[in-house]
């Protein structure tokens, strides 16, 4: 369980997280919604160290994730998915998924390895290949992929639709739902796409100008037609 306590955080004099109080289970899908600007973002680079929160805090099994030093994360459990592809383009496919081994202290193992190309194919068909010829959909797996490297305990994903076509996205998400069942993941998943997460996630909370406006089950929060069109856009 990853519990989030009064988390507040500011660049300059822009308050981008305001007092946000919430909890994301174990073996459990969090959704994170909101508009443009909601702060989305801003809480998983708080809840990862990458933002120095003003008050409040990240706790995993009883441990303060927002003052471990970034070289950390890894070792203790964190793997954060950031916005945008960062695959190393210089690098072949399983270079990358190597890389994503290294936090953790020991060697990456061949089990690891033979894990990531089990839930994603193609990754094993192009593992010799150069990172620079993915398509967006298979840097995506490949960023997740490499995250899972590490084996995390809780995995947070910062809009990985973006930019894919509607049957990638679907292929994407239903293997999370089997990661999350198997491994018992805790996940943050934050979308602009609110139908498709609500689809996936137990959980969801919703974000308005840094604040938390709500938090309930997914199938509540798809359910509340107000609350959609106020924020969720759909
Ligand atoms: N590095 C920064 N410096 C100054 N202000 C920032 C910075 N990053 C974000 N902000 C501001 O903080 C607020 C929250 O931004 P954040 O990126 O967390 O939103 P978001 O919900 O992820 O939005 P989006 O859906 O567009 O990705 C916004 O007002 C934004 O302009
Ligand atoms: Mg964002």
């Not at 660049?11 to 305001?18: F, K």
């Not at 007092?19 to 289970?25: D, I, L, R, T």
């Not at 590490?150 to 994903?157: D, G, K, Q, S, Y």
């Given at each position: 369980m990853l519990t989030v306590t009064d988390l507040t955080a500011s660049?300059?004099?822009?308050?981008?997280?305001?007092?946000?109080?919430?909890?994301?289970?174990?073996?459990?899908?969090t959704a994170v919604l909101g508009a443009n600007g909601a702060g989305k973002t801003t809480l998983l680079r708080t809840i990862s160290g990458l933002v120095r929160p003003t008050r409040g805090t990240a706790a995993l099994a009883g441990r303060d994730l927002t003052r471990v030093p970034?070289?950390?994360?890894?070792?203790?459990?964190l793997a954060h998915v950031p916005e945008g592809r960062g695959v190393i383009t210089q690098l072949t496919v399983e270079e990358n998924l190597r890389l994503g081994g290294l936090g953790r202290g020991s060697r990456v193992k061949i089990d690891d390895l033979a894990r990531a190309y089990s839930l994603f194919p193609i990754l094993a068909e192009r593992r010799r290949q150069s990172a620079h010829v993915l398509s967006g959909g298979e840097r995506q797996m490949l960023v997740i992929a490499r995250a899972l490297m590490?084996?995390?305990?809780?995995?947070?994903?910062d809009e990985p639709s973006l930019g894919l076509a509607p049957r990638i996205v679907v292929q994407i998400f239903?293997?999370?739902?089997?990661?999350?069942?198997?491994?018992?993941?805790?996940?943050?998943?934050?979308?602009?796409?609110?139908?498709?997460?609500?689809s996936i996630a137990d959980r969801g909370v919703v974000l308005n100008l840094g604040r938390l406006v709500v938090q309930d089950k997914a199938s509540a929060l798809a359910e509340d037609v107000q609350l959609r069109h106020a924020y969720l856009g759909f």
């Open positions: 660049y300059g004099p822009v308050t981008a997280l305001d007092g946000v109080s919430f909890e994301a289970p174990r073996g459990e899908i970034t070289e950390q994360m890894a070792r203790i459990g590490a084996r995390p305990t809780v995995l947070l994903l239903d293997l999370l739902q089997t990661l999350v069942a198997a491994d018992g993941l805790t996940v943050l998943l934050v979308e602009q796409n609110a139908r498709s997460a609500l």
